[in-house]
């Protein structure tokens, strides 16, 4: 092992009640990096923090810390220390107080000679000496070096934190865990802690691992930053890898600003989107549907005619040193920045440099269920939910015994197709979203929502864990509850078995 690794995540899955919230989760961080995990909420980031900090047990996988497995060690016993999101201060201690409670319950070993000048070692609790000297220090550090009498009570939320830190610092761990420390804070403040952070982590020369779903400041302390999604790592790169090459939509819609268009490769690293060919140094096979994501500040606009593309300005947001600017191509909006005044209404032209287009695979074109199945009335059962479907369309040239039942008949033969095993697919544009839950056949959450372009994809999960991805012009927010509805005719069914298997022997 790599001894400059200070702990090693070896695919770590959390389950809890039989929901698996981590996800076979691998990850090396080395001493003294400052590492950020970034996600939407509810993707696992503070189960992944707990389970290294001790208070909860990985359901399988491995934690080493220092190339040993921790798993079973108590909180106490790593040397590990947490600031939460709440920073818990005891209200009727002092400053001074709060940060030398976990110190004065601390026993150290202490080597002594005994009278007959034999060595021995005891665990004897810290001098009151040096107590004040560690205290002193870490107080330094958070620079509240001033405040050692204060009433915590009587501090700002800024203030409160930092004792919160200077609390966990003082115990000297390897290593620091912090759960979106900064989110209680506002703006300003949240800016000014950042730049501390960063300070306090290089003058303490530990590891920090730090948890948060603001992406900025995810990109302003890190050294590298986890992206997470759905409790597995999505990516994991310094903030310029992240940034400057996402390896999904995903993670360009997470971290910055971001246009994302669906595309088509027409010739060797040229691809198509926008309604113009643009060239492209990503390498892809011909005719390869690939999504391409743009940052807005490498978007050049020109006169009209002069670019790959034209567009019409739509919007302006005059932005301090430059504008902000959307401008319609078609039915899709492109996000733009430009230091010029330019008109809303006016004709522009577009133009991205090759290198600043970055092309990615994408991953599914539409929903594919493997482990559906036919129902006694014909319907298509997907996880819990059925729909009406165009069974005939199973096998070419038969048709169905009778509405409403599971019965086909073709070449003279009847085959009893209930219960019969199917694999479905349907692509996400048939994924009809709805407001009205009365009239799907399937309801859910919409958990993921990304704009590409023209229209949103979303993905939104049932109950019972099924997936449907769709795509549609209307707006939805995450966590929304919707009804979905899939036409009988949209689906593409195939039989997993032979159909000889269903046939009716009278
Ligand atoms: N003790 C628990 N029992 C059951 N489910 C839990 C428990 N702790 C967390 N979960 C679930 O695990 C999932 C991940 O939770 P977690 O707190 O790790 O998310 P997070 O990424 O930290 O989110 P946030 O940004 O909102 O803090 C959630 O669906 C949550 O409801
Ligand atoms: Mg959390």
Redesign the pocket.
């Known amino acids: 092992m790599d001894d400059s690794c200070i702990i090693s995540l070896r695919n770590v899955t ?1 389950e ?2 039989g ?1 698996v ?2 996800d076979s989760f691998s990850l090396d961080i080395r001493k003294g990096e400052f590492v950020t995990i970034l ?12 389970m290294i900090a001790g208070f ?1 047990t990985p359901t399988s996988g491995e934690i080493l810390l220092n190339g040993e497995d921790i798993s079973k060690l108590p909180p106490y016993r790593r040397p590990v220390n947490t600031v939460f ?1 709440r920073y818990a201060l005891f209200p009727y201690l002092n400053v001074y107080d709060n940060v030398a409670f976990g110190l004065k319950l601390k026993k150290v070993e202490k080597t002594f000679t005994d009278r007959k000048g034999n060595k021995v070692t005891k665990l004897v609790h810290l001098s009151p000496e040096e107590i004040d000297r560690r205290v002193a220090h870490a107080l330094e550090i958070v620079d509240l070096d001033e405040m050692e009498e204060r009433d915590v009570s009587t501090l700002s939320g800024g203030q409160q934190q930092r004792v919160a830190i200077a609390r966990a610092i003082v115990l000297e761990p390897q290593v620091l865990l912090l ?2 420390p900064l989110s209680a804070l506002d703006r300003k403040m949240r800016k000014d802690m950042q730049i501390e952070l960063k300070e306090m982590h290089r003058k303490l020369g530990i590891t920090f691992i730090y ?1 948060t ?1 603001d992406q900025e400041e995810a990109l302003t302390m890190s050294d590298r930053i986890v992206v ?1 999604k759905d ?1 597995t790592l999505e990516q994991v790169g310094t903030p310029e890898d992240i940034y400057n090459e996402p390896v999904s939509a995903y993670v360009a819609d997470f971290i910055g600003e971001s246009n994302i268009y669906n595309g088509t490769m027409v010739e060797k690293k040229k691809v198509r989107f926008l309604g113009g060919v643009f060239s492209c140094v990503d390498d892809f096979p011909v005719n390869e549907k690939v999504e391409v994501v743009v940052r807005p500040e490498d978007v050049v606009l020109g006169t009209p005619g002069k670019g790959v593309v034209d567009g019409v300005i739509e919007g302006k947001i005059f932005q301090g040193i430059h504008y902000s600017y959307s401008v319609a191509v078609g039915k899709s909006e492109v996000v733009c920045r430009d230091t010029h005044d330019r008109k809303v209404g006016s004709k522009v032209s577009i133009h991205v440099a090759k290198d600043n287009i970055q092309v990615m695979h994408k991953d599914n074109i539409e929903n594919e269920y493997e482990d559906a199945y036919i129902d006694s009335e014909g319907h298509l059962v997907i996880g819990e939910d059925a729909f009406p479907c165009d069974l005939a369309s199973l096998v070419k040239g038969s048709k169905l015994e009778e509405e409403g039942g599971s019965v086909l008949l073709y070449d003279g033969k009847r085959y009893e197709l209930k219960d019969a095993e199917v694999r479905a697919n349907v692509a996400f544009d048939a994924v009809k979203m709805s407001d009205d839950l009365e009239t799907g056949h399937a309801q859910g959450r919409v958990i993921s929502a990304v704009y590409i372009g023209d229209h949103y994809h979303y993905i939104v999960r049932t109950d019972d864990e099924e997936d449907y991805e769709a795509d549609s012009p209307y707006e939805w927010l995450i966590n929304d509850v919707v009804a979905v509805d899939i036409a009988p005719e949209a689906f593409r069914l195939k039989l997993k078995k032979p159909l000889e298997e269903y046939e009716i022997h009278e």
């Open positions: 959390k809890f009640d929901t919230v981590v996600g939407p909420s509810g993707c696992g980031k503070t189960t992944t923090l707990r909860e999101q759960d979106e948890v779903h997470m409790g």
